[in-house]
């Protein structure tokens, strides 16, 4: 199993970034998959996540209605649109393999700084 993310960078507040991650060595559309974050020294943080199919999402209150989750399952590609960014928002976001409800596998994580 391979998850890697990539997207990340420098961006100033109010602007936009898509984060993707290229999924191998598994079946992608027979999994849940989750974005989370971490901030430097602090613990992670559940972002998003996505069902198979790619029609049911959820996310975390604090990047409702700025953060779209989606997929493509015939690219075995996860991606995260994050708009209207927040200094808040830096961190090293990880895609994540579901195994019934928790976690099994992880990226190395792509690293996204809202600064001005």
């Known amino acids: 199993v391979q998850l890697v993310e990539s997207g990340g960078g420098l961006v100033q507040p109010g602007g936009s970034l898509r984060l993707s991650c290229a999924a191998s060595g598994f079946t992608f559309s027979t999994y849940w998959m989750y974005w989370v974050r971490q901030v430097p020294g602090k613990g992670l943080k559940w972002v998003s996540k996505l069902n198979r199919r790619g029609d049911i999402t959820r996310y975390a209150d604090s990047v409702k209605g700025r953060f779209t989750i989606s997929r493509d399952n015939a690219k075995n590609t996860l991606y995260l649109q994050m708009n209207s960014l927040k200094p808040e928002d830096t961190a090293l976001y990880y895609c994540?393999?579901?195994?019934?409800?928790?976690?099994?596998?992880w990226g190395k994580g792509t690293l996204v700084t809202v600064s001005s």
């Open positions: 994540a393999r579901d195994d019934l409800g928790g976690v099994d596998y």
